[in-house]
């Protein structure tokens, strides 16, 4: 049971450039999410997916897409690279309602856009 | 205004001292408020949760909400070195779910042998 796994851990990206951060688990958790943590902002809600083919949008969506094509799957993709967009980015996943409560994060993506 | 605001320290205090740290939060929809705990360069893990008012306590952490207040505290008595870490207080509609956390900034605390 490997819980929330993230790659890459580390990634330098030229402005413009774009790329996908992968999350898995293997939890079986219905509900996934992206935050980004950034200094003195704290973690912010990026996208989130409360099943496989549902996504919405959090509190900052700009310049990021994803999809949810299976329930283990999350990718957060960047479109087209900007400094602004460097930081550490965590996948969460947890249960839905019912089967008690279970928020997991992963170790996160240092992203670095220069 | 931030929903949920944080003094991010960082704050050291000695080995065995009881620490006191400390949120307020602005939206009264937001009924589960949550501590995590975030070692450095890993991702936050559920340290407690708390709903409506009151206390919680496990171990040596005590969880409290003061809702007239919008006052959130977390307590860690006969602190040790391993609770260095960053603290990071949340609220949530939810219990289940993380997609609807909204965090402070994170006090940074360490404890000196």
């Known amino acids: 049971n490997a819980g929330v796994t993230q790659t890459p851990k580390f990634q330098v990206l030229k402005t413009g450039q774009s790329m996908t951060l992968q999350c898995a688990q293997d939890?079986?958790?219905?509900?996934m999410s992206w935050y980004r943590q950034d200094p003195g902002m704290g973690l912010r809600l990026i996208h989130y997916s409360v099943g496989a083919g549902i996504t919405d949008q959090g509190e900052v969506p700009n310049g990021y897409n994803v999809s949810r094509s299976t329930t283990e799957d999350f990718p957060l993709r960047l479109l087209s690279a900007a400094p602004s967009q460097t930081s550490v980015y965590f996948c969460?996943?947890?249960?839905?309602?019912?089967?008690?409560?279970?928020?997991?994060f992963g170790s996160g993506t240092r992203l670095t856009v220069v | 205004q931030k929903e949920v605001e944080q003094d991010p320290g960082p704050l050291s205090v000695p080995e065995g001292a009881i620490v006191s740290l400390n949120c307020t939060y602005s939206?009264?929809?937001?009924?589960?408020f949550m501590w995590y705990r975030q070692y450095s360069r890993k991702g936050p893990e559920l340290l407690m949760y708390?709903?409506?008012?009151g206390n919680k306590e496990d171990g040596r952490f005590t969880a409290q909400v003061d809702k007239s207040s919008k006052y959130i505290s977390l307590f860690i008595r006969d602190s040790q070195p391993s609770d260095s870490a960053t603290y990071l207080c949340a609220k949530s509609p939810f219990l289940q779910g993380a997609q609807k956390l909204v965090f402070g900034q994170g006090t940074r605390l360490t404890i000196n042998p």
């Open positions: 969460a996943s947890s249960y839905s309602g019912g089967r008690g409560y279970g928020y997991t």
């Open positions: 708390t709903y409506s008012s």
């Open positions: 939206n009264s929809a937001f009924q589960y």
């Open positions: 939890m079986n958790h219905e509900y």
